[in-house]
């Protein structure tokens, strides 16, 4: 048993001892190797920086919204007369849409009449007594308020007899309706949409370092999806007041023409909002920038070496970014290979 496990143990040892020889060499002889190549230089692209002017365009996503929508929904309980709109036709303002059977609260509104006026019989009389001294004050008082009561109730009913009539609350488009004739209709059942989309609201958020520089009564351009070959203006008329603490983004709204019919509600807009011009700007291409964890960097060439710098962008276009610090005029801004480069490895650069 002895011998066994002697044998075991000069076997594992032999392996390991193996193991740590081919490693040692294999560590060796490419060593030298690495160490040679390390030193070669990389073959990268540089692109010069020059000063220039730059259009500061902020490029956001917005939404596009009905200048005034509305859901049309019936203020009475009861079952649907006529419907007087075609689904998808405009509409004036005040236009009767449809109307809830309103019988039984003609009625009612009968009787009170009735009641009304013997109340005001009533009271005209107390009156006369009252100027006679054949009655008391308090007398004519309360003829006077049964009076009032009554003429109170003709006035609710009749007010009820008018909200069986729903009318448009304002020009616009009007869509799919979802009731019939015959169909019993409540408070809470949607019957149909309403739309005013001659003019339309273009909401997006920018972000707050940005807010000192926009103004009311702005231009801005945007496309939509599907129709990226026309351009859009709108200008904007409100500015929401706070940043929003969760994104720490300024909510800003403005307003298109939509006479033609052309752009829909709820698409979404690529928006082109114009800040400021800037004269003698580091703009430098896209691919240059490096996201890390503090920030961004790019790699300039140095006497021969790739150097690491810190940045801090502002506004990027699909080819290009602004700089606003840490780099300057002259600088060799390398554009490729930049993922694989490290602080003060050798380059030779191609300046495009």
Known sequence: MKIKTLVYSLLIIGLVGLIGYRIT?????????DKEKDKQPITVSGSVVHLQTFDNNLALSGSIEA??????????????????????SNVTKGQVLFKVNDIELKAQLAQAKTKESLASENERRAKLLLQKEAISQEEYDVARADYQ????????????????????????????????PGTYVTPTLLVAKLVNVNQLKITFSIPEKYASQVKKNAIITFKVTGAEQQTYSATIYAIEPEVEIATRTLKVRALADNKDGKLLPGTFANVQLPLDIIKDAVVIPTEAIIPVQDGK??????????????????TRTDASILVLSGLKAGDTVLTSGVMSLKDEAPIIVKVK
Not at 25 to 33: H, R, V
Request: aromatic share 4%.
């Open 25 to 33: 060499k294999n560590s060796d002889s490419k060593g030298p190797k």
């Open 67 to 88: 200048n005034e929508q509305v859901e049309i929904r019936s203020e009475v309980s009861g079952i649907v007369k006529n419907i007087y709109f075609q689904e998808g």
């Open 149 to 180: 009561s009554a003429k109170a109730q003709s006035q609710l009913i009749q007010a009820q007899i008018e909200k069986t009539s729903v009318r448009a609350p304002f020009s616009g488009k009007i869509g799919l309706r979802s009731i019939s």
């Open 297 to 314: 960097k790019v790699f300039v060439a140095n006497k021969g070496m790739a150097k690491e710098i810190m940045v801090e962008t502002a």
